[in-house]
């Protein structure tokens, strides 16, 4: 079982910058893959990026590759998201979802342990 909550949301303005951490429990926190998604009012669920249980693997929705870095500190039990060059699209709630092995499909539905979620603004 894992238990996720993130943190770092906010209203930051379109270029500026913000990073999102989502703290975990559990004892065996390096066997699980760990990714972000994002959630817009009306929106589905949508893939940002992911990292695997090591670090070093990750890939990036196309919409954030080279504004956004996923990281994580396995000995603090961390995930962080680094959101720089912010735009008004990418306004949310910010979601950590973590799951066992390393997969490179964004479906959500493969991740079973999801956080609460954090609200992104980006004002113009």
């Known amino acids: 079982q894992v238990q996720l909550v993130e943190s770092g949301g906010g209203l930051v303005r379109a270029g500026g910058s913000l990073r999102l951490s989502c703290a975990a429990s559990?004892?065996?926190?390096?066997?699980?893959?760990m990714a972000w998604f994002r959630q817009a009012p009306s929106q589905e669920r949508q893939f940002v990026a992911a990292?695997?249980?090591?670090?070093?693997?990750?890939f990036y929705a196309d919409s954030v590759k080279g504004r956004f870095t996923i990281s994580r500190d396995n000995a603090k039990k961390l995930v962080y998201l680094q959101m720089n060059s912010l735009k008004p699209e990418d306004t949310a709630v910010y979601y950590c979802?973590?799951?066992?092995?390393?997969?490179?499909?964004?479906?959500?539905?493969?991740?079973?342990?999801w956080g609460q979620g954090t609200q992104v603004t980006v004002s113009s």
């Open positions: 979802a973590a799951r066992l092995g390393w997969t490179y499909n964004p479906a959500p539905r493969l991740y079973g342990y």
């Open positions: 559990g004892r065996t926190f390096d066997s699980y893959a």
């Open positions: 990292i695997s249980g090591s670090g070093g693997a990750t």
